[in-house]
Each structure stands twice: as C-alpha cells, then as structure tokens.
DNA sequence: GTGGTCTAGACCACG
DNA sequence: GTGGTCTAGACCACG
C-alpha cells in the first residue's frame, strides 16, 4: 500500500509514481498483477482521482504498467535495459546534489554506502526474484 | 565558476547555491574569501541579479557565507555540527528515490556505490584539506 | 489581522512575519489553522504578494507555518527547543541596545521590567493554551 | 574603548553610537571629559573617518556630546529628562518584538528578566552616580 | 486557486 | 559600489 506524505514538498502524482515502483521493486506488486482502479486507489489514499490518474499515465508512458481498456490496469513485466545515458547522468547529477547537502550535514562517504546498503536491502536485494 | 543549467528543472537560484557550496567543499573557494558581488555574479551569469540575492540570503541562513556591510559577501569557516536529524532523513528519502530511479534504468547497488566514491573524490575527499 | 506600519524602518516582510508570530503566540492563529493565501493577505494589506510571500516563506523556513501543495499555507504545532545559543545571545545584544536607549529617555530598569510582564500578559502567559 | 564587530549587520556608526553611549552610562566617560578625534578614532577601530564622522553627528543631535572647533568633542553633562513618549513607545515595540523572538527560542520571562537585571548592573546600576 | 520562480526596474542605506 | 527591499507583472506546476 503505498503511503502518501501530504507534507512532503513532492507532489502527489509523484508521490504515487515513486510509491508503485518502489513495490514492484520489492516483489509486493507482481508482473501481470491487477493494480486498484483509479477510482479505487483515489479513495484508499484519500486524493482526487486526477492525481491518480495522471500518475498512471506518467507509469504507462515509462512502460511500467498497462491499461487494457474495460479491463483494468496492470503491471508489466519489468524490463529495464540499461541504455538512456542522458537520463543516467542526470540521475548521478541529482546524487552529487545529495552528496553535497550531506556533507554540510556532516554526514561523510561511508555512511552514506551504508544508507545506500540498506535502501537496497529493503528493495529486496540486488537481483530482484519475485 | 558556477555552471547553469538554464533546462534544468532545478530553480537557478537552487542551482546557484549548490554550485557555491560544491566549490567550497572542492576548496575553490577558501573561507574568508570574498565571492563575486551580486551583480557582478548576475552578468556573468547572465541571469537577474534578484535571482542570484535570493541565492545569497539562502546561503547565508544556511551560514555558508556572510555578509559584510557594503563591502562584499565572504565565504565562512566550513563548521558543520552533526545535528539536524530530519534534514539527514528528508536526504535519505531522496536516495531511496534515486535507488528507484536508477533500478529502472538497470543500475546496481556497486555501481552506485562507485558513483559515490567519483563524487567524494571530486569534492576532495572526507577531510577536505585546502 | 496583522497589522503594518509603513512608517517604520522594519522592512513590511519582516513586520508579516512578527505579526504572525505574535498571533500564534496569542493563540489568535492556532496549529492546523489555514492563514490566508499570499494574495489574499497581499490584497487584505495593499501590498505586493512578493512580500507577503518573502514573509511566508521566512515563517517556513523557521518552522512556524507549513504549505501544502497547491492547498495554502497553515500555522505549524509551535515546537520550541532550546538550542541555538547564538541566536540567544543575539537577543540579549539587543536587549542591551533597548536598556541603552531607554536610560537616555530616562526608563529604568523597575519600568522596563514592568513592560516585559505587560507584554508577556499580552501573549498569554508563560504557558500558553488555547 | 568601543569594539566594533564587523561581522555584525548593525552598521558601523550605530556601533560607535552604542558604545559610546554605553561607555557613558557605564561611567567609563565623564561629562567634560574630551573624546578621541574623528582621526584618532577611526584609526584605533580601524574604520572609515567618515563612519566615525556620522556616529559624532548623531551623538551630537541627541544632545549627548558636543564639537567645540578647534578644539575637540567633548562628552555633556548626563541630562535625560523623560518626554518623548513617542520613542519610549518604540522601544516598548522592540521590547515586545525581542520577546516574541525569544519565546521561538523557548527563552521565558523570568529569564529575560535575569538578562534585564545583569545588563542594568553591568551599566552600572539603576541610578549611575560617577 | 494555490504557491514558486524569474525578470525588470526602482529606491535606499552604508561605507 | 555594495547588498536589501519593494513593486509590477509574467509564467509555471499542482490539484
């Protein structure tokens, strides 16, 4: 179930994306597998259907779920093929920016491999087997 | 010399101060050095002077530089105390994002373990010695 | 209603953000509470909504409001922890310039401390509840 | 002998103002008694002539030194005589503004009273005889 | 409708 | 010349 943090400075539809992948990551949500209808996921989480909507669409766009017209809406096989330098590097630019910020809080190198470890665990490991 | 990304999603004045406080940390930029004024700053980056103000007043709270009455900005001792527990935990949060993200592009843990080394390598090590 | 007077050398944005405070202090504004959006306290103060904005943003900086996306702007739980030592003795420099400057219009200490107590009445208590 | 903190936002000549004053009130400066030049002083503090120009000026305005030309400034006789209720009320303002402030500092009354109490006994008392 | 960012341009105090 | 404040007005993402 994925939690949304209405505090929290990331927008809702964001939110939503990140909470999914980070399920299917985990094995909690699996290839072929019925996601709520956005209605459905709407009321559970409390949030106007357009949010949910635009952030199924923004996960259909990326290939991580489709939606079979009448049918419902569904994960995809996880496919990942290494490939989109562009988005890579940007992703590495974003990790520098974290680097940064964690060093004026005095948080240094090896904590953060540690902090990284552990995100991995709770992600179910390296390789992911369902 | 601070770079900007003018197709960055990143504010310029966010990018601003990171760039600042990535130059410190490399040791470009040594304590009780006078910075570019603001206008100075803003033709040469070409961007509103306002816009590079706002940079300063943010790095300035955050006790990065400080300002000096009509003589200039000046970048302040490097002291960071270990503290702010929900800054450190909001910078974890946005790893477990990037974990996320660079999953689907088909990065591993070890592979952003090694990102983390460049990265501290390229601001000088955990001692940053100037 | 805050209140602001353009006479004084307090920049408008400074004199929003103490208004603020003093209404949550009074228990006027209370944790959860909406305050009105930038414009509309923009409209209610004849001024411009940078400023009022520059205000809130302050106020969150500081962790006395929150915004939620898109939503508005709410006054925070008032969490006070003892700590920043410099800023304490900031105030207590300034107390010295107020003692300074009152000795001069002849106020002494008796009456000085009498204005303290009045204040403190006016902000309701040493314990505050709504 | 004045210290000015340059790291300080207050401007230079306010500094000068206050401590002057200070040193007055403090009994350090006697009425009659002569008060370095321009040049002397701005030498000692390593500061501007013209900053230490604008500090006399005000000083001089407020009735509380005097220039005899050719000759030298002089402190004068300690004469306060309570009136102006317009800027008693000011300072009363920036009472209630330091309380405000303090109070986000989790600092209470009786302690901004104890502050009260060591600043008056480090001007020297309520009633400062020399 | 909400706040966030940015530009342009003005005026000000300080040194 | 320096930074600080403010207005006016524009454009944007989010919900």
Do not use: E, I, R, V
């Given at each position: 179930m994925v939690i949304i943090d209405?505090?929290?400075?990331?927008p809702f539809y964001e939110q939503v994306v990140l909470g999914i992948k980070e399920e299917i990551l985990q094995g909690l949500l699996v290839p072929g597998e019925k996601i709520p209808s956005v209605r459905e996921m709407a009321s559970q989480l409390m949030m106007n259907p357009n949010t949910i909507s635009k952030a199924y669409k923004s996960l259909e766009e990326q290939g991580v779920i489709t939606t079979v017209q009448g049918r419902g809406t569904f994960v995809k096989e996880l496919v990942v093929s290494r490939g989109d330098e562009e988005k890579i590097a940007k992703i590495k630019g974003k990790m520098l920016d974290l680097v940064i910020e964690a060093r004026y809080l005095n948080v240094e190198l090896p904590e953060m491999i540690t902090w990284l470890s552990e995100i991995a665990d709770d992600l179910g490991g390296t390789k992911n087997e369902s």
């Open positions: 209405k505090q929290s400075k990331k």
